[in-house]
């Protein structure tokens, strides 16, 4: 059995409660678009969590609300209204992250099956810790303390991206340290605490970048990082602790992954959420998509300049 994910540290988090309940014996970690444009092979008895639905999969996990028509055809039905787990099927909700929406099947799993000893342990306080840490840090409900100052899940949660696959050995690393060690074990693990020191070292380096290449547009934080190399990886909520009075960021910047091509990202202030654009089904239009409130998309660089217009015009007040 596989797991399909995404190596941010929610799909991560949902990686290391699926190998807890499931066998799995080999890992694909894809970036959504990737799954979009229908490039990644999906067979029977494989896992997605944290990206967009195949139909060739077993159990699927997401959360994302452009993601939400996909769950009606997974279930080969019309859902209630009420179901957001279905024993066989996976999961869909407008949840925090996609953690929680995993974490809640397997535990209405263990409860179908009167298995007392796995429901206490998805009870314990290890877990239920972990999960509602990753439904703060991937729905961005952080304290500029916590931004400044990282630390904990938080701080190792800024050290994974998944934009370069030599990455692998130290995510399956999270997924197993997640899994099976406590927070204060993950943090004294040699690779993590060397990631973390280095990330927190590169701070000030991404600030001074942060601080060049942006500009206040009004309402809008607007962010180009195309050109440069080596841009320090993390914190991605330093911005606003830099322009707290934009309540909206439009970033742009050459994708890592694929030749030719520029990636935008929009989110809203995390402290500042006066915005009411719904960002996925903005960036839906560009073959992307997301949450309401943050979302990114992957657009050739010829038509680069024209999309990123038309999203400023979309998100400005």
């Known amino acids: 059995m596989r797991l399909v994910t995404r190596a941010d540290f929610d799909g991560l988090a949902c990686g290391a409660l699926i190998t807890l309940m499931e066998e799995i014996d080999s890992y694909v970690f894809v970036e959504p678009k990737f799954m979009q444009d229908g490039v990644v092979e999906i067979r029977a008895g494989d896992i997605i969590a944290n990206l967009p639905y195949h ?70 306080e290890r877990w239920k ?47 197993e340290l997640l899994r099976d060690a406590s927070l204060a074990e993950m943090l004294r693990d040699p690779e993590v605490e060397r990631r973390c020191r280095e990330l927190l070292a590169a701070q000030e380096r991404l600030k001074a970048i942060l601080l060049d290449r942006t500009q206040l547009k009004g309402n809008v934080i607007f962010v180009d990082l195309r050109g440069i190399k080596d841009i320090p990886d993390g914190n991605r909520f330093l911005l ?14 050459d994708d890592s992954q694929r030749p030719n091509t520029t990636a935008i990202s929009v989110g809203y202030n995390i402290f500042n959420t006066t915005s009411r654009v719904n960002v996925g089904a903005l960036l839906e239009k560009y073959g992307g998509g997301g949450h309401r409130v943050v979302g990114s998309c992957r657009v050739p660089d010829s038509r680069a300049e024209k999309a990123i217009a038309e999203i400023f015009e979309a998100i400005k007040e």
């Open 240 to 253: 606003y602790t830099l322009f707290p009075t934009g309540n909206i960021s439009l970033k742009v910047a």
């Open 55 to 124: 139909s060739d999969c077993t159990l699927w996990f997401d959360h994302h609300v452009t993601n939400a028509p996909f769950w009606q055809r997974h279930l080969g039905r019309q859902p209630n209204g009420q179901e957001t787990v279905v024993l066989g099927k996976g999961g869909f909700a407008l949840a925090p992250s996609a953690a929680r929406v995993v974490y809640d099947y397997y535990l209405l799993r263990e409860r179908d099956r009167h298995n007392e000893k796995g429901q206490k342990l998805l009870n314990s």
């Open 129 to 175: 810790t972990l999960i509602d840490e990753t439904d703060k840090i991937d729905a961005g409900k952080l304290t500029p303390e916590d931004v400044l100052h990282p630390d904990g899940y938080v701080l190792v949660s800024m050290t994974v991206d998944g934009k370069r696959p030599e990455d692998e050995p130290y995510w399956l690393r999270v997924i």
